[in-house]
Protein backbone atom coordinates (compact mmCIF):
# COMPACT_ATOMS: atom_id res chain seq x y z
CA UNK A 1 0.00 0.00 0.00
CA UNK A 2 3.13 2.17 0.85
CA UNK A 3 4.12 1.49 -2.85
CA UNK A 4 0.37 2.30 -4.51
CA UNK A 5 0.79 5.83 -2.31
CA UNK A 6 4.20 6.41 -3.59
CA UNK A 7 5.46 6.76 0.28
CA UNK A 8 7.90 4.59 -1.76
CA UNK A 9 9.30 3.89 -5.12
CA UNK A 10 9.41 0.63 -6.30
CA UNK A 11 12.80 -0.83 -6.93
CA UNK A 12 12.26 -2.73 -10.20
CA UNK A 13 9.12 -2.72 -12.75
CA UNK A 14 5.92 -0.70 -12.34
CA UNK A 15 2.45 -0.36 -11.09
CA UNK A 16 -0.07 1.12 -13.37
CA UNK A 17 -3.52 2.17 -12.91
CA UNK A 18 -5.84 2.54 -16.06
CA UNK A 19 -2.90 2.03 -17.47
CA UNK A 20 -0.96 5.24 -16.68
CA UNK A 21 1.91 4.67 -14.55
CA UNK A 22 1.82 5.57 -10.87
CA UNK A 23 5.00 7.54 -11.69
CA UNK A 24 3.03 9.36 -14.46
CA UNK A 25 0.80 11.08 -12.13
CA UNK A 26 1.40 13.77 -9.43
CA UNK A 27 0.91 12.14 -5.72
CA UNK A 28 -1.62 14.63 -4.75
CA UNK A 29 -3.80 13.36 -7.66
CA UNK A 30 -2.68 9.56 -7.33
CA UNK A 31 -3.77 10.13 -3.31
CA UNK A 32 -7.34 11.43 -4.37
CA UNK A 33 -7.80 7.85 -5.82
CA UNK A 34 -7.57 5.94 -2.88
CA UNK A 35 -9.42 5.55 0.68
CA UNK A 36 -8.05 3.51 3.55
CA UNK A 37 -9.12 1.75 6.06
CA UNK A 38 -5.90 0.76 8.03
CA UNK A 39 -5.96 -2.02 10.91
CA UNK A 40 -5.75 0.29 13.81
CA UNK A 41 -8.07 3.60 12.71
CA UNK A 42 -7.25 6.75 13.66
CA UNK A 43 -9.93 8.28 15.90
CA UNK A 44 -9.80 11.87 17.01
CA UNK A 45 -11.15 13.34 19.99
CA UNK A 46 -13.95 15.17 18.80
CA UNK A 47 -17.69 13.77 17.53
CA UNK A 48 -18.51 10.65 15.71
CA UNK A 49 -19.80 13.09 13.06
CA UNK A 50 -16.45 14.65 12.60
CA UNK A 51 -14.36 11.39 12.38
CA UNK A 52 -16.22 10.54 9.77
CA UNK A 53 -16.44 13.76 7.78
CA UNK A 54 -12.54 13.85 8.33
CA UNK A 55 -12.30 12.49 4.83
CA UNK A 56 -14.52 14.59 3.50
CA UNK A 57 -14.83 18.36 4.91
CA UNK A 58 -17.31 20.02 2.74
CA UNK A 59 -19.77 16.62 3.72
CA UNK A 60 -23.56 17.68 4.42
CA UNK A 61 -24.72 16.01 7.41
CA UNK A 62 -27.11 13.65 5.31
CA UNK A 63 -24.12 12.26 3.53
CA UNK A 64 -22.13 11.64 6.96
CA UNK A 65 -25.30 9.50 7.90
CA UNK A 66 -25.84 7.60 4.36
CA UNK A 67 -21.98 6.90 4.54
CA UNK A 68 -22.44 6.03 8.23
CA UNK A 69 -25.37 3.54 7.26
CA UNK A 70 -23.79 1.80 4.45
CA UNK A 71 -20.39 1.31 6.63
CA UNK A 72 -23.14 -0.72 9.49
CA UNK A 73 -22.14 2.00 11.67
CA UNK A 74 -25.74 4.10 12.23
CA UNK A 75 -27.05 1.92 14.60
CA UNK A 76 -24.27 1.95 17.59
CA UNK A 77 -23.86 5.85 16.59
CA UNK A 78 -27.40 6.39 16.75
CA UNK A 79 -27.14 4.63 20.57
CA UNK A 80 -24.67 6.95 21.83
CA UNK A 81 -25.47 9.25 23.89
CA UNK A 82 -26.01 12.53 22.03
CA UNK A 83 -26.21 10.22 18.77
CA UNK A 84 -24.04 11.81 15.88
CA UNK A 85 -22.47 15.09 18.22
CA UNK A 86 -21.30 12.34 21.04
CA UNK A 87 -17.43 13.32 21.60
CA UNK A 88 -15.80 9.83 21.55
CA UNK A 89 -13.04 10.29 23.55
CA UNK A 90 -9.12 10.84 22.64
CA UNK A 91 -8.64 7.94 19.66
CA UNK A 92 -11.83 6.54 20.22
CA UNK A 93 -11.80 5.19 23.66
CA UNK A 94 -15.55 5.02 24.15
CA UNK A 95 -16.03 2.83 21.36
CA UNK A 96 -15.00 -0.83 20.56
CA UNK A 97 -12.63 -1.90 18.04
CA UNK A 98 -15.48 -2.82 15.77
CA UNK A 99 -17.17 0.36 16.19
CA UNK A 100 -13.66 2.54 15.25
CA UNK A 101 -13.46 0.13 12.30
CA UNK A 102 -16.81 1.06 11.02
CA UNK A 103 -16.37 4.50 11.61
CA UNK A 104 -13.38 4.24 9.13
CA UNK A 105 -15.40 2.68 6.81
CA UNK A 106 -17.45 5.40 6.64
CA UNK A 107 -14.86 7.28 6.38
CA UNK A 108 -13.98 5.92 3.01
CA UNK A 109 -17.01 5.36 1.79
CA UNK A 110 -17.66 8.91 2.36
CA UNK A 111 -14.75 9.84 0.37
CA UNK A 112 -15.73 8.28 -2.57
CA UNK A 113 -12.68 7.34 -4.33
CA UNK A 114 -12.39 4.67 -6.68
CA UNK A 115 -10.00 2.57 -5.02
CA UNK A 116 -10.60 1.17 -1.39
CA UNK A 117 -7.43 -0.26 0.48
CA UNK A 118 -8.39 -2.54 3.34
CA UNK A 119 -5.05 -3.48 5.58
CA UNK A 120 -5.91 -6.12 8.30
CA UNK A 121 -8.71 -4.53 8.67
CA UNK A 122 -10.92 -7.01 10.41
CA UNK A 123 -7.74 -8.70 12.34
CA UNK A 124 -8.51 -7.41 15.79
CA UNK A 125 -12.45 -7.37 15.92
CA UNK A 126 -14.52 -10.40 17.41
CA UNK A 127 -16.09 -12.35 15.36
CA UNK A 128 -19.46 -10.21 16.23
CA UNK A 129 -17.71 -6.77 15.05
CA UNK A 130 -16.10 -8.88 12.04
CA UNK A 131 -19.20 -10.01 10.78
CA UNK A 132 -20.97 -6.44 10.81
CA UNK A 133 -17.75 -5.02 8.94
CA UNK A 134 -17.39 -7.92 6.42
CA UNK A 135 -21.10 -7.08 5.59
CA UNK A 136 -20.07 -3.31 5.20
CA UNK A 137 -16.85 -4.00 3.07
CA UNK A 138 -19.08 -6.30 0.82
CA UNK A 139 -21.49 -3.16 0.20
CA UNK A 140 -18.88 -0.77 -0.42
CA UNK A 141 -17.02 -2.53 -2.59
CA UNK A 142 -19.66 -3.10 -5.39
CA UNK A 143 -19.00 0.10 -6.64
CA UNK A 144 -14.95 0.24 -6.30
CA UNK A 145 -12.12 -1.57 -6.93
CA UNK A 146 -10.99 -2.89 -3.76
CA UNK A 147 -7.82 -4.27 -2.82
CA UNK A 148 -7.55 -6.02 0.62
CA UNK A 149 -4.76 -7.36 2.70
CA UNK A 150 -5.44 -10.01 5.33
CA UNK A 151 -4.12 -13.24 7.08
CA UNK A 152 -7.87 -14.13 7.79
CA UNK A 153 -9.27 -15.76 5.02
CA UNK A 154 -13.26 -14.83 5.48
CA UNK A 155 -12.19 -11.16 4.78
CA UNK A 156 -11.15 -12.37 1.11
CA UNK A 157 -13.14 -15.38 0.68
CA UNK A 158 -15.45 -13.55 -1.92
CA UNK A 159 -13.07 -11.74 -3.51
CA UNK A 160 -12.45 -11.87 -7.55
CA UNK A 161 -9.06 -12.75 -7.21
CA UNK A 162 -6.94 -14.20 -4.20
CA UNK A 163 -2.95 -13.53 -4.36
CA UNK A 164 -1.38 -16.28 -2.12
CA UNK A 165 1.96 -14.75 -1.12
CA UNK A 166 4.42 -16.97 0.79
CA UNK A 167 8.19 -15.64 1.58
CA UNK A 168 7.50 -12.29 -0.55
CA UNK A 169 6.69 -14.20 -3.50
CA UNK A 170 3.16 -14.93 -5.58
CA UNK A 171 2.30 -18.20 -4.81
CA UNK A 172 -0.74 -18.97 -6.24
CA UNK A 173 -3.37 -16.88 -7.98
CA UNK A 174 -7.22 -17.68 -8.14
CA UNK A 175 -10.86 -17.92 -6.19
CA UNK A 176 -11.21 -19.28 -2.64
CA UNK A 177 -12.18 -21.85 -4.54
CA UNK A 178 -9.98 -22.68 -6.92
CA UNK A 179 -7.24 -22.15 -4.65
CA UNK A 180 -8.90 -24.66 -2.10
CA UNK A 181 -9.13 -27.16 -4.90
CA UNK A 182 -5.09 -26.39 -6.08
CA UNK A 183 -3.22 -25.32 -3.41
CA UNK A 184 -1.77 -27.33 -0.54
CA UNK A 185 -0.93 -24.49 1.61
CA UNK A 186 -3.68 -22.29 1.24
CA UNK A 187 -6.44 -25.52 1.68
CA UNK A 188 -4.38 -26.30 4.74
CA UNK A 189 -5.41 -22.21 6.32
CA UNK A 190 -8.84 -22.78 4.73
CA UNK A 191 -9.34 -25.64 6.89
CA UNK A 192 -7.76 -23.88 9.60
CA UNK A 193 -10.27 -20.92 9.78
CA UNK A 194 -13.36 -22.16 8.37
CA UNK A 195 -14.47 -24.71 11.06
CA UNK A 196 -17.13 -27.44 9.34
Known amino acids: FNILLRFYEPQSGSITIDGIALDNLSKAYLRSLFALVPQEPVIFGTTAMENIRFSRPDASDKEVVDAALAADADGFISDLPH ?11 MLSGGER ?11 DAPILLLDEATSSLDSISEKAVQRAFEEISKTRTTIVVAHRLATVKKANKIILIENGSIKSIGTH ?20
Open 83 to 93: GYQTFVGERGI
Open 101 to 111: QRIAIARAILR
Open 177 to 196: KDLVENDEMYRRLANLQFVK
